[in-house]
C-alpha cells in the first residue's frame, strides 16, 4: 500500500517511520482558516480533512494521512505563537493549570475516496512556573513553531507536571489508529506497536506515566 503523509511536520514524519513502512510526503496545498463557530475538537478534524483532501485530489490508490493539533484552555483554541511576547503571555496562562491537546487524523483512500477520521485528547497539568521560568525556557528557541509554545518532547516537558493520554498524539500523531487501519485494509506492519508504547523510548516519553 503507498502511503503519503500530508504535512511537513518533522514530528509526525518521525512518528510515523515508527510503523517501518515506506511513506512519502507531501506538502498539503491548503490554507488553514481557523473558525470562531467551531469547537477545538471540530476544527483540529476540519483542518486534518483539509490537509488530507488537498493531497489526496492529485493522488489514485494511495492512503493519504492528515493531521492537526491544537491546543484548548477550557474551550479556548490556542495555536502557534506569532511572537516571543505572544509566547510568554501564552505560557504564563497555562501556569499551574490543565488544557487539552487535541491531534485529529484524517485518513484517505484515494482508490474509493473513502474518509477515516480519529481524535485524540490529550489531558495536560503543567507545574506552576514564574516568569522567570518562562524565559529561561523561550531562550532554548523552541517555542515559535509549536501550538501552546512548548515542545512536549523537548525542553518544555520541564514545565509539565503530568499527562493523561497518548503521548505521540500530544507530539503530534498517535500510531495506535493509523496501524489498526493498515491492518484493517490488509496491509502487515512490522512493528509491535503495543511493545513500543510500552517501551516508550522516543524523545521524553520515558518522563511520562504510561497511558
Known amino acids: 500500500m503507498r502511503i503519503i503523509l500530508a504535512s511537513t511536520s518533522p514530528r509526525r514524519r518521525d512518528i510515523l517511520a515508527l510503523l517501518g513502512l515506506p511513506f512519502e510526503v507531501r506538502a498539503p496545498d491548503f490554507i488553514e482558516t481557523h473558525r ?23 493522488e ?45 487524523l484524517a485518513l484517505i483512500d484515494g482508490a474509493t475516496g473513502r474518509e477515516t477520521t480519529h481524535l485524540e485528547c490529550v489531558d495536560v497539568r503543567m507545574h506552576p512556573f514564574t516568569d522567570g521560568d ?22 518544555g516537558h520541564r514545565l509539565i507536571e503530568h499527562i493523561h493520554g497518548d503521548y ?9 489508529p493509523i496501524a489498526q487501519y493498515l491492518r484493517n485494509a490488509g496491509a502487515e506492519v512490522p512493528v509491535d506497536v503495543e511493545r513500543l508504547y510500552g517501551e516508550r523510548s522516543l524523545w521524553t516519553w520515558s518522563r511520562f506515566a504510561a497511558a
Do not use: C, N, W
Open 168 to 176: 505521540l498524539a500530544a507530539v503530534g500523531m498517535p500510531l495506535r
Open 134 to 155: 518562562i524565559a529561561v525556557y523561550l531562550a532554548r528557541g523552541e517555542s515559535m513553531d509549536k501550538a501552546g509554545a512548548y515542545s512536549i518532547q523537548g525542553d
Open 60 to 104: 489514485r490508490a494511495t492512503l493519504v494521512i492528515g493531521g492537526d493539533t491544537l491546543i484548548a484552555l477550557e474551550d479556548e483554541k490556542i495555536g502557534k505563537p506569532e511572537s516571543m511576547e505572544h509566547a510568554a503571555a501564552m505560557l504564563r496562562r497555562f501556569s499551574g493549570r490543565d488544557h487539552r491537546i487535541l491531534t485529529a
Open 36 to 58: 470562531a463557530h467551531l469547537t477545538p475538537e471540530a476544527e483540529a478534524l476540519e483542518l486534518a480533512v483539509g490537509k488530507a483532501r488537498a493531497v489526496a485530489r492529485a
